[in-house]
């Protein structure tokens, strides 16, 4: 049984849900209802779909590679922190993707599915909370729920948008999307750490 609150509160983090309200929005602003929702459930479903890939084959990819999970691990672990660094120092993730739909011809996939939901957070954490030697496949199944449980919380909150600018602003969104950076540079420190030990100890890697 995995611990589901942790593993809500790492997916909720690294999709940033309400983040990505103020990047829908821009996208939909001047459609009808009808393509507002379209968009909504468009850029969800493609968002699942890249990650439920990575669920699934991430791990033969790399295995493929010859490149052990360790590897991946730190890699990621780093990674995950410039991300994080980027959304509590630099523009905030709705800021910096905003900006990005202007050089979009298909905005409900990019930039709303990929990087706004499917983040490269979000890609790693799912190859990593999902490795085979260390979880079973019931376990997979589990992390796999609860992150399209938060991309399907995503997918409500976009439908909402309106009515959640109108509450928080982009202002609150912003400052949410800064204290998830936060709690996502702690994540990336524990697997930076937890695959610097897996290496050095041969220990199979579980994901924080």
Known sequence: ???????????????????????????????????????????????????????????????????PLSAFQIAGGVVLFLFALS???????????????????DSAIFPLAVPSIASPGAIMGAVLHTENQSVGVWQQAQVTIVMLGVVGLTCVLMLLGSHIIRLIGHSGASIVSRVMGLILASVATANILDGVKSFFMGAPVIAA
């Open 1 to 67: 049984m995995i611990d589901v609150v942790a593993t809500f509160i790492f997916f909720f983090a690294v999709i940033d849900p309400i983040g990505t309200v103020p990047v829908y929005i821009a996208i939909a602003e001047r459609q009808d209802a009808i393509i507002r929702r379209r968009i909504a459930l468009m850029g969800a479903a493609a968002a699942a779909g890249i990650l439920v890939f990575f669920v699934v084959l991430g791990q033969l990819i790399l295995t493929a590679m010859n490149i």
């Open 87 to 105: 959304m509590i120092f630099g523009e905030s993730k709705p800021e910096e993707e905003i900006r990005a739909i202007e050089r979009s011809t």
